[in-house]
């Protein structure tokens, strides 16, 4: 997942929580913490 796309997942969280379905704070942050870490392994193996 590039940069673009991985925007494009955090606009989606934003629209979510705009039309109220949000999840808790912890749950969110464990998952876009586990995205980042992803992303980050990605790139040193390229």
């Given amino acids: 997942m590039g940069r673009e ?3 494009g997942e955090i606009q989606k ?5 705009d039309a109220g379905e949000f ?7 464990n998952e876009i913490n586990a995205e980042i870490d ?3 392994a990605e ?3 390229s």
């Fill in 23 to 29: 999840y808790d704070e912890e749950t969110v942050f």
């Fill in 43 to 45: 790139q040193q193996g």
């Fill in 5 to 7: 796309q991985l925007r």
């Fill in 38 to 40: 992803r992303v980050e």
């Fill in 13 to 17: 969280g934003v629209k979510q929580l």
